[in-house]
């Protein structure tokens, strides 16, 4: 009996030392699979794809017309372009996200959703017409969803992509800033930029701007 007490408690120690003392990072948590989750853990299905289509930057909120016909038009959703696209990978891109003013502070994209965005005609035409031009586009197709990779930063704006397959993608994320910013009221700054990968590499990308 005393020899099963001592194995019992020997193995509780164990278990203490191996886990009870490895702090998990909150944010970027990832399964056997190096897919990546929420920090709290909530369903992927809970992503909300107008995320991708709201008036985020500056130049679009100028604009008022929200009907969606009043909206630009986007081009068929290229299926051939995405079934060539890779699902699985080892890559890994990670970085921080801030914008910054005009003495150069970072306020930092804390706690903020990010998305990796595939490359094609498709998110082409978005970040010619949307981001950079700053039109309001019709809602995006929601097969679109099925090639997003998501992650979301932690209190430090510091965020990290795993398992990411081969390829070209648009890298986006949003800052809330108010007053720090010169607003009168919290605004949600979009950014976005483009990042390539390839095999097992780790690439680091800040995700940052300058404020309008």
Request: proline share 2%.
């Amino acid at each position: 009996m005393f020899k099963i007490v001592t194995i019992m408690i020997v193995s509780l120690m164990a278990m203490f030392l191996f886990t009870g003392c490895v702090q998990p990072d909150v944010y970027f948590k990832k399964n056997h699979t190096n897919q990546n989750f929420w920090g709290d853990l909530t369903n992927v299905d809970d992503v909300n794809m107008s995320d991708l289509d709201e008036n985020l930057t500056e130049s679009e909120m100028m604009m008022t017309e929200d009907d969606e016909e009043n909206k630009m038009e986007r081009i068929e959703f290229p299926v051939s372009e995405y079934s060539r696209l890779a699902r699985t990978g080892k890559g890994t891109i990670k970085g921080s996200i801030y914008v910054k003013d005009a003495y150069d502070k970072r306020i930092l994209g804390a706690s903020t959703r990010l998305y990796l965005n595939p490359i094609t005609s498709y998110s082409e035409q978005w970040y010619q017409e949307s981001y950079l031009g700053g039109y309001k586009m019709q809602n995006a197709d929601p097969r679109l969803f099925n090639y997003l990779k998501f992650t979301a930063s932690n209190s430090n704006g510091k965020f990290a992509f795993y398992g990411v397959p081969s390829g070209s993608y648009y890298l986006i994320g949003t800052v809330k800033c108010g007053e720090e910013c010169g607003y009168d009221s919290v605004k949600n700054i979009r950014i976005a930029t483009r990042v390539s990968i390839r095999g097992n590499q780790i690439i680091e990308k800040d995700l940052t701007r300058m404020v309008e």
